[in-house]
């Protein structure tokens, strides 16, 4: 089995937790466990009924492959059955440095189905997978073959800021960490922000998922701890006061939505700037026009080696070489959308011409920041913050707040 670079980058960054260079890099192809059908993503092929189409398992599966091959990225993240496919019988990762990863839990509010209104309810905690499956592709691990698949996992958890819910998911927490320590099996830990609207003060939400983590964490001994984080970037402040807390809690950022490239090249840059030291990147990755450039360039990112200014322009100019077209002109691909700038991760105004900051939902122009509480935009009831303008949720019909929520999930999760 070859040296994995996860295993000595980790090793480093722990040797030197305030300093050092190394950054990892996932991608995160276990997107069957969350968007279904829509997992693979679209299918460049023109269809003569116009309908968008999606691309097939098993192209999906190749693009893994390929991606492996390439060998620039630090784990890829798959399902209990894409792993079995590549690692117990392609055996794939066994002369790789790329470190094999399974999705081990899949809460209710990544249940992304068309009709549903799943991610619109409060998170509850459900695993597909079992260790054994992941690890064996069996109930149970017989001697001999209890590490064909990966050793190393994603378990996600949900706080709502409700006693009760919170409890029962850290409950299952617990119990998966006690399964995981007995069966030598590692996790990464992703902490997503709440899901049902109007539970965190959006001005605190990076103060209130810090506090979570810690506290969660606060009765774990080193056996049963995450190898790392993956949580929303909420700005410069919220990722330094984790960072600084404990610099051998290591934190790492998700990517969220697809985005402009320079959006994704930024996240990155920014995020390591202020103590990040890895980025799991999914719909990112998955809609870039070339993956294997694309991963290029966040790893010539990672490194420092290149600024996401230049990056943007050289990756436009590999597409135009490989006589790619590409999603967007070089000017739009150049524009920040998000608001990974804002140091204090409060709300920030979006830049998405024909949107409600905030929302993701179509909306008319508007060009006054100020307008007052109740104010029907776009469909929407909306109020202003001091930077932003966010909806008015005590106006809003059910339907409003079923579709707000799942356009929110569409872009953490990239749909």
Not at 38 to 61: C, I, Q, V, Y
Request: proline share 5%; with cysteine.
């Amino acid at each position: 089995m070859a040296i994995k670079t996860l295993d000595e980058r980790l090793a480093r960054i722990h040797a030197n937790p305030h300093g050092g260079n190394d950054y990892i890099l996932a991608d995160a192809k276990d997107a069957d466990m969350a968007l279904s059908i829509g997992a693979p993503g679209r299918s460049p092929e023109r269809w003569p009924d116009g309908e968008m189409k999606h691309k097939t398992l098993a192209e999906f599966r190749d693009q893994v492959t390929d991606i492996v091959h390439q060998g620039l990225v630090d784990i890829m993240l798959m399902s209990a059955s894409t792993a079995e496919v590549l690692c117990m019988e392609k055996r794939l990762f066994e002369k790789s440095r790329v470190t094999p990863a399974a999705r081990a839990n899949d809460t209710t509010d990544i249940h992304i189905v068309r009709g549903s209104r799943y991610p619109s309810q409060p998170s509850l905690p459900f695993r597909t997978a079992t260790l054994d499956h992941i690890m064996c592709g069996q109930a149970e691990c017989e001697p001999g073959i209890q590490h064909l698949g990966p050793d190393l996992g994603l378990y996600s958890i949900t706080f709502a800021n409700d006693s009760e819910r919170d409890r029962i998911a850290l409950e299952a927490y617990k119990q998966f960490r006690l399964e995981a320590e007995i069966k030598g099996f590692r996790h990464f830990l992703e902490v997503f922000d709440p899901n049902v609207v109007g539970m965190v003060d959006p001005t605190e939400l990076g103060g209130f998922i810090n506090d979570c983590i810690v506290r969660a964490l606060g009765g774990v001994t080193s056996r049963g701890r995450p190898v790392f984080l993956k949580i929303v970037y909420h700005g410069a402040r919220a990722m330094e006061e984790l960072v600084r807390y404990d610099p051998h809690l290591v934190v790492g950022i998700l990517g969220g939505s697809a985005g402009t490239t320079y959006d994704a090249f930024k996240l990155l840059a920014e995020s390591k700037k202020y103590g990040a030291r890895v980025a799991l990147f999914g719909r990112k990755i998955n809609n870039a026009e070339n993956q294997l450039a694309f991963i290029r360039f966040l790893r010539l990112l990672a490194d420092g080696e290149i600024s996401p200014e230049e990056a943007v322009k050289a990756y436009h100019s590999v597409l135009e070489k490989l006589k790619i077209k590409p999603n967007r002109t070089l000017r739009e691909d150049r524009e920040l959308t998000t608001g990974i700038m804002n140091y204090g991760g409060g709300p920030v105004k979006v830049s998405v011409p024909g949107l409600v900051p905030g929302t993701g939902i179509a909306a008319k122009p508007s060009t006054n920041a100020s307008m007052k509480s109740g104010v029907k935009q776009g469909g929407l009831s909306i109020k202003s913050t001091d930077s932003e303008l966010v909806p008015d949720f005590s106006k809003m019909t059910s339907a409003e707040k079923v579709t707000w929520q799942k356009a929110r999930w569409d872009r953490i999760l990239g749909r």
